[in-house]
């Protein structure tokens, strides 16, 4: 399954992070461990990754599966934040999926358990 590239407005990220402010929360901090162009270790404040966080919850909750959670990580890492295949040399592509990839399997892991809480 196709995922189209996507941007939920603003207050539509709010309504989602006050209505599963939990997994919200648990999947923020997932992602700024993981953060992915190294916004958190700069500095940026832990919100940084709102857009990407709320949007990976809603594709979550509605059933999205790992391949289609990797493949919205690496559109949005490289049309959102100007960091992918794109904009990367060459020979880091193969590490750039590959940290996506284990991204995606980790949050959809976490997702799998914390559903069932």
Known sequence: ????????????????????SRQYKELEKIV???????????????????????QILFL??????????QK??????????????TNIRKEHHEAFIKKCNDASIKIVDWFKISADA
């Open 72 to 85: 919205f990580i690496i559109e949005e890492l490289d049309e959102h934040f100007g960091h992918g295949v």
């Open 32 to 54: 700024n461990e993981w953060d992915p162009v190294g916004l958190i270790s700069g500095g940026a404040p832990e919100d940084e990754y709102d857009c990407l966080t709320t």
């Open 1 to 20: 399954m196709m995922i189209t590239r996507m941007h939920l407005a603003r207050e539509r990220q709010k309504e989602i992070k006050q209505k599963w």
């Open 60 to 69: 979550l909750r509605e059933g999205k599966d790992t391949v289609e959670i």
